[in-house]
Each structure stands twice: as C-alpha cells, then as structure tokens.
C-alpha cells in the first residue's frame, strides 16, 4: 500500500501529461480547421518577439532550419509537462462530488482567456484574435473539456490515481 502511495504523483503526472498532449493535438487539428494559430505557434511567436533581436538571429544563424521545429518542440514539451502537474496537483486538491471536474475544466478555461491569451497577445477573452472573442474562447473551452474528459478516462482506467490505496477491511 505505501509503494502505491509512493506511486500515484507519478501515475497522475504521466496521466495528465497524456491527457495535454491529447488536447495539445487537438488544438493543432482545431487550429487548422480554423485556420488561426495554434496556442504552440502563438507561444512561438510572442517568445521570438520578447527575446532581444541578437539571441534571435544568433539562434536562427546557428540551428538554421531547425530553430523553429526546435522551439516548437520546446514548447510542446512545456505544454505536456504543464499539464501532467496541472493533474499532480488536481489529484492532490480532489473531493469527491461530481462538481470538481467540472470547477476544474472552468478553472483551466478561465486560466486560458483571462492569463494566456491577453499574455499572448490575444487580449482578454481573446478578442484581439483574428476569429474573435467567441471562436477564442469557444476554442479553448474545447482544449480545456478535452484534457479533462482525457484526464477522466485515465481516473476511472486507473482509479488508484484518484482514490488512493484503500484500507484494509475490518475482520
């Protein structure tokens, strides 16, 4: 029981990561359907734009084709890791009840048009973007169910991500 408890940061971590890169190739597919950026490119493009010009072309000068694969690379990594600790500490917060998931999903949303998206650029709600406040936010509500639906399905695969080790019964 205590190798279990030992265990489940870790199972958690690998479920949410899972869980982001899912909801990350999502935002990849709706971002094309829809043809904006994806939240990678958007990332890419606000990074280039804070660094000073001389790390940039030193940068570009040296890695050459790969400098921009290579960011986005980094960034999804990022992106993946961001979301296996968004559900390390997810597991750590979680009652039981039906209306966390859903207080989470509206949390990370929210964290998505009123943080990320004014922090890229975007605006609040996404209104600076090219689709507008609806199509942004509508957009990262999509990402934001995706990863919890994902999240879920890796819970009730393995309950032991959320439940814990169960006490011994009463003899």
Known sequence: MKQDRKHRPLRAFVAGAAASLG???LSLALGTLLGGP???QLIQERV?????LSITSGTIGFLQQAAKPLVLALIAAGWVAGGGAVSVIAVRLHRPGRAYPVLLGLGLWLAAVVLLLPALGQGLFGASAPAGAMMSSLFW???SASYLLALE???AWAPSLIAGPQAPPDR
Not at 48 to 52: A, G, I, Q, V
């Open 48 to 52: 280039t734009l804070l660094l000073p």
């Open 23 to 25: 909801a990350g190739l």
């Open 38 to 40: 994806s939240p990678a």
């Open 153 to 155: 399905a890796a819970a």
């Open 141 to 143: 509500l999509l990402i």
